[in-house]
């Protein structure tokens, strides 16, 4: 009976052993935690960029956030173009013209 406890007892720390070992190595690639770790350091203190926040807000250039989508004001989706819509026409009915556009719609 003596040598069955004797037994038990160096499995155990024979397995407590390999465990404290395992705790202490790092882990294999591909399985590190996630979200990864990123570090950032900001140049801004709080103050600067609460008065940014403000600032958007005072001038309405604030994202709205729908469910998971991000909708944008119609002001911020539109862009001005200098040239106008029969230049681009023109520019896009000589380049059907000479083979640059291989497809396309008039």
């Known amino acids: ?10 499995a ?9 070992q395992a705790a202490g190595m790092s882990a294999p690639l591909g399985e590190q935690g996630w979200p990864p770790v990123v570090e ?17 807000r005072q001038n309405h250039r604030m994202a709205v ?15 001005r173009s200098a040239v106008s819509r029969e230049a681009v026409r023109a520019e896009t009915l000589a380049a059907i013209k000479d083979g640059s556009i291989v497809h396309g719609e008039l």
């Not at 009976?1 to 160096?10: F, G, N, P």
């Not at 155990?12 to 404290?20: C, D, E, R």
């Not at 998971?68 to 989706?77: F, K, T, V």
């Open 65 to 79: 956030a729908e469910g998971d989508q991000l909708q944008l004001r119609a002001d911020e989706l539109t862009t």
């Open 1 to 10: 009976m003596k040598s069955i406890h004797t037994l038990s007892i160096a």
């Open 40 to 56: 950032s350091h900001s140049t801004l203190t709080r103050a600067q960029v609460l008065a940014e926040l403000q600032d958007a």
């Open 12 to 20: 155990a720390l024979a397995l407590t052993a390999l465990g404290s």
